[in-house]
T-cell receptor
């Protein structure tokens, strides 16, 4: 069975500091994709970053990077130099080998403190 | 480019009533999805459509039906609404190729009393 686990319901970070949001996954598919989405209080879902299971390097997109540890089945999101606008819910998601089934974690609420 | 649009934004139904949530995308995407989001549960896939003319069940399909009307439009129907279907519903689309990230609509907040 496919499963995504986010164990941090809420996190706080000081502005300009870095923060790591944890995500572990469970799958038996040899090929899969891992995604992070941001959901601000306004409600929309915004795609942040993607890591393929066969990608050799960790993905980076601006201030976002993905710490991918395949053997541990973890795909943690690192946000560097936090900004007040980073305050939001963050969801980790996985797409399995079949390609159309996406599985989301329960999310982590991040609050950036000025 | 409007991206993914959903109507309505808000809806209140009485138990047993029916309604259809509409979704359209203008990105020429092959795949479309319906999710529900409940507090503490994340997003759960209701139905998806990998291409025009095909639909498949997701994790929580009971009580819902879908129609992929054409490549642009994917509707979700509640035939007999129940209070357990009170939720925020999101439609999403993706190209079906490459990274295949999903683009989400703004959501519909549905309350069933």
């Amino acid at each position: 069975a496919q499963k995504i686990t986010q164990t941090q319901p809420g996190m706080f970070v000081q502005e300009k500091e870095a923060v790591t949001l944890d995500c572990t996954y469970d799958t038996s598919d040899p090929s899969y994709g891992l995604f992070w989405y941001k959901q601000p209080s306004s409600g929309e879902m915004i795609f942040l970053i993607y890591q393929g299971s066969y990608d050799q390097q960790n993905a980076t997109e601006g201030r976002y990077s993905l710490n991918f540890q395949k053997a541990r089945k973890s795909a943690n999101l690192v946000i560097s130099a936090s900004q007040l606008g980073d305050s939001a819910m963050y969801f980790c998601a996985m797409r399995g080998q079949t390609g159309n089934q996406f599985y989301f974690g329960t999310g982590t609420s991040l609050t950036v403190i000025p | 480019n409007a991206g993914v649009t959903q109507t309505p934004k808000f809806q209140v139904l009485k138990t047993g009533q029916s309604m259809t949530l509409q979704c359209a995308q203008d990105m020429n995407h092959n795949s479309m999805y319906w999710y529900r989001q409940d507090p503490g549960m994340g997003l759960r896939l209701i139905y998806y459509s990998a291409s025009e003319g095909t639909t498949d069940k997701g994790e929580v399909p009971n009580g819902y039906n879908v129609s992929r009307l054409n490549k642009r439009e994917f509707s979700l129907r509640l035939e007999s609404a129940a209070p357990s279907q009170t939720s925020v519903y999101f439609c999403a689309s993706s190209s079906g190729q490459g990274v295949d990230e999903q683009y989400f609509g703004p959501g519909t907040r549905l309350t069933v009393t």
